[in-house]
């Protein structure tokens, strides 16, 4: 896969003109966008028929969590809409993840679109050890990724969101095959801002990662198109 197909760029911006004026911007370089819960709060559906207009993929970031019947018709109505690839938090459960799996199915055949690219989200990268045991989860966030990026491959789903650190564990536990998109990626020019654990686009692709998520880097550059190609090329090396 070239670099660019697994390039997501993470459109984390509040004004929707703006927001538009990003996509055109990146155009040239990008085919991946991914809206998360604040634009898509905002203005979701104008935003999806634009990036349908200008033939890019959406990565659908609204981690569904809810009841499966609800969380099924979730997945049906955004596979509708075509979207690339959208996730669901692995803490719904697996019975919630595998009627994600046959609303997505249903919702593609019925505008004879192809299914999603399903994913899990197991732990938080925001939250830590202390936290998690706080909230009742046993164990340490390593083992917890690991037996809920299980559950999410038993459900069905492709793959899952992991920070920096995990891939290889979750490779080496559920083979090449199933896909690990990873955002709190920083280049070595970029500031890191709040991520923490972060990690370069080389070292990244070096991992095993099959999507990259860039928001910042790219998104507050003072030429955007330039950062977008720099990590581009850093991914081909
Ligand atoms: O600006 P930055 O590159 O940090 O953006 C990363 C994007 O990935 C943000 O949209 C953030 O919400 C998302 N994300 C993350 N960590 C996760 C899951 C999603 O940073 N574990």
Partial sequence: MAA????IVALDIEN???????????????DIFKIGIAPFTDFGNS??????????KVFLDL?????????????FAAAKKKVFMMNFHCLG???M???ALKGATEGASAVGGNVPLLLGVTILTSMDKEEMNTIGIKGTVEEQVAALAGSARQAGMDGVV???GETKMIKKMLGGEFIVVTPGIRPEWASHGDQKRVITPRQAIKD???????????????????????ILEEMEE
């Fill in 97 to 99: 993840m595998a009627h």
């Fill in 47 to 56: 935003v999806l028929e634009e990036l349908g207009k200008a033939g890019k």
């Fill in 63 to 75: 981690k569904f969590h809810d009841i499966p019947n609800t969380v099924e018709n979730a997945a």
């Fill in 208 to 230: 095993g990662s099959d999507y990259i998520v860039v928001g910042r880097p790219i998104i507050q550059a003072a030429d955007p198109l330039e950062a977008a190609k720099k």
């Fill in 4 to 7: 660019r197909d697994k390039l």
């Fill in 162 to 164: 992991a920070s920096a």
């Fill in 93 to 95: 459960g697996t019975r």
């Fill in 16 to 30: 929707e003109k703006r927001c538009y004026e990003m996509v055109k911007i990146l155009s040239p370089q990008v």
